[in-house]
């Protein structure tokens, strides 16, 4: 009786999932992941299977238009942009030393030459 009740519902969600299945593959692919958009046939064939299994989970983003795919929020990416930053930061701090001496070489520049025009005028 309750597995009869089971699979009865296992089969209403697998048709809804195919019923979403072929218009999410057709249109719907398109519009959520900008990459899926130039795939095969082929490439829609295979998602069917996922798309009738995940299909409630494909349809909010399609239905809220949502166009891009979430980037990752794992510990890997996290430390890559940890590192991203932190190259920016040492890159900035080098341009600004290196701007620094460049002033400071300037200026003694400048004060070697007013020394140098002392030294070399006539009594």
């Known amino acids: ?15 809804c999932g195919m019923v979403f299945a072929i218009p999410f ?7 959520i ?6 795939a095969s046939w082929g490439f829609r064939v295979l998602i069917i299977p996922g798309t009738m299994f995940l299909w409630p989970l494909l349809a909010r983003p399609w239905v809220l238009g949502i166009h ?19 190259r920016a930061e040492e890159t900035m ?7 620094n001496r460049k ?12 020394t140098n025009g002392k030294k070399g005028a006539a009594p």
């Open 1 to 15: 009786m309750i597995a009869e009740a089971l699979l009865i519902m296992a089969g209403i969600y697998l048709l």
């Open 25 to 31: 593959v057709l249109v719907g692919v398109n519009k």
């Open 33 to 38: 992941d900008p990459h899926a958009a130039r």
């Open 68 to 86: 891009e795919t979430p980037e990752e929020d794992n510990p890997h990416r996290c430390a890559a942009r940890n590192r991203a930053s932190n």
């Open 93 to 99: 701090e080098s341009k600004l030393e290196i701007g």
């Open 103 to 114: 002033s400071e070489i300037e200026q003694s520049l400048v004060t070697s030459a007013a």
